[in-house]
């Protein structure tokens, strides 16, 4: 057996499905799981976990998705900076169509400007050595998985003197949204499964003071589903005995203390700052600016743009549906207005959005 199907035993599925249902069976009330890892979300959706965990364990997909929480605004000030004459603005495929206020990245490429998918914040830093006589902007969003890489473009344009790059950032920081969703009096979350990609960089420890101090149980988990639901597993064990502690299921990538190189590029070259997210609006200390020593590399200092108050599309309901309030089904625009071919929110856009996961599996 080779080391995928491993992860995809269907007898020892089976074996976990019954583990879950032991733990859940003293308990006399339903219990709520949030996932808040888009890659999660979509191997939840491809491998059907949601229908084969037993009755009265419920999935719920929170704001995993880094293009689905980047608020309308930011998108806003992309398209302006596009419009700047002689700039080029690079940024990973998934934005492309993720729509503004009024148009998208896509629309306004169609129109003229000089907008490129890269594969790598290194790709635009190459990019602008080629064309020194253009600004050359990259998009840089995403949570501490991305960030480090776009930190060390940032490192390595500064050290070969690439005048001519700077990046719009937009990064956020997972456990300060998993801290306003706890808080929040409208949304019941009994436990987390822990995003895997992001905790590689930052560590299980980074969940501790969740667990402590919100009461709320954590588990750092793999994608495979065997992984997923041995993850559930110790979240259901850990509600029915009353405790919260964060436990790392995924120890054969995670480390209590993370990536520490990686968290020294994001200490280096970011600071915490307050930050708006798609759906959970504005949380404190959860997103990261470009600190001061870069500003010659920062696009919101460099470049001045008007852009109008940002306008949320008429009917869609991302916002609910990035908290974990509303499933996609429950909004009216779900497979009728809004379509992967045509989508009208980001979460129906994104490659790991809820949204989008819905629609490919289960529709």
Excluded at 221 to 239: H, K, N, R, Y
């Amino acid at each position: 057996m080779n080391g995928q199907a491993a992860f995809r035993d269907p007898q020892v599925a089976t074996g976990l499905i019954g583990r879950i249902a032991a733990a859940a069976a003293p308990l006399d009330r339903p219990v709520t799981l949030m996932e808040v890892c888009g890659t999660h979300t979509m191997a939840i959706h491809q491998h059907g976990l949601r229908g084969i965990l037993p009755e009265g364990i419920t999935l719920v997909s929170g704001p995993g998705c880094p293009v689905c929480v980047t608020p309308i605004a930011y998108v806003d000030q992309a398209l302006a900076l596009s419009r700047l004459p002689g700039l080029i603005i690079t940024t990973f495929g998934d934005m492309m169509r993720v729509p503004g206020s009024r148009t998208s990245l896509l629309e306004q490429k169609a129109r003229g400007s000089d907008i490129r998918v890269v594969y790598s914040p290194l790709d635009a830093v190459t990019l602008a050595r080629g064309n020194p006589d253009r600004q050359v902007v990259f998009l840089g969003i995403g949570f501490e998985t991305t960030a480090p890489t776009v930190a060390g473009a940032l490192l390595q344009a500064r050290e070969a003197g690439v005048a001519n790059f700077s990046v719009l950032s937009a990064h956020k920081t997972m456990p300060a949204a998993m801290e306003a969703l706890t808080a929040d009096p409208e949304l019941q979350v009994d436990g987390y499964l822990c995003p895997a990609h992001v905790s590689t960089v930052i560590g299980a420890d980074a969940y501790l003071g969740l667990a402590a101090d919100r009461r709320v149980p954590c588990v750092v988990t793999g994608f495979e589903p065997l992984d997923i639901l041995q993850g559930i597993a110790m979240l259901v064990s850990q509600i029915a005995a009353g405790i919260a502690t964060v436990e790392n299921q995924y120890r054969r990538y995670v480390k209590p203390a993370g990536n520490r190189r990686a968290r020294q590029l994001l200490t280096t070259v970011f600071e915490p700052c307050d930050s708006v997210w798609r759906g959970l609006g504005p949380i404190p200390g959860s997103g990261l600016k470009i600190r001061p020593s870069f500003a010659a590399l920062d696009a919101a200092r460099r470049f001045q743009v008007a852009v109008e108050p940002a306008a949320e599309p008429a009917g869609c309901r991302c916002g609910e549906i990035l908290k974990g309030k509303l499933a996609p089904r429950d909004c009216p625009l779900f497979g009728a207005g809004c379509t992967p071919e045509n989508p009208v929110g980001a979460c129906m856009v994104a490659s790991e959005g809820i949204c989008a996961a819905e629609y490919k599996y289960a529709v």
